[in-house]
């Protein structure tokens, strides 16, 4: 569980010189808080294509039902692999904004993974209960 001194140390950043490597080791130490994070907030997803496999395919035949969960585990390992792209970015988008606007205080980058982190939240709730809402109000 992230307790309040523990999301201090995520977002903490010393104010010091630092160099890309040091940026770079800096976000990579936290991608494993940002996949359970992701994965987490995933499962109302994972929930909601289950119950549609369920619900829709009741009488389909098995065949139907195991060819739905291959389409299933390439969408969900097609979204993880997005979704590092996209953290990935976050690094990358602060090395570039660092060199062009010589910006030199921490404070941005951690505003940044702050963004990427919510950003990929949001998204990740937001997809299946959109997709929820227009499955409800097109039946």
């Not at 009741?58 to 097609?78: G, R, W």
């Not at 010589?102 to 990929?120: A, C, D, P, Q, R």
């Amino acid at each position: 569980m992230l307790t309040g001194n523990k999301v201090k140390t995520l977002l903490k950043r010393d104010e010091r010189e630092y160099s890309a490597k040091d940026i770079i080791k800096w976000w990579e130490k936290r991608r494993i808080i940002y996949n359970i994070l992701v994965c987490t907030a995933s499962l109302m997803g994972i929930i909601f294509y289950f119950w549609l496999l369920y619900s829709s395919h009741e009488n389909d035949p098995l065949q139907d039902k195991i060819l739905f969960i291959f389409k299933f585990l390439a969408v969900c390992t097609t979204y993880i692999i997005l979704t590092n792209i996209f953290y990935t970015s976050g690094w990358v988008c602060e090395l570039v904004i660092r060199r062009i606007f010589f910006i030199k205080h921490n404070s941005f980058g951690v505003f940044l993974f702050s963004f990427v982190i919510m950003l990929s939240l949001i998204a990740t709730v937001a997809i299946p209960l959109l997709l929820f809402l227009f499955i409800i109000t097109s039946t």
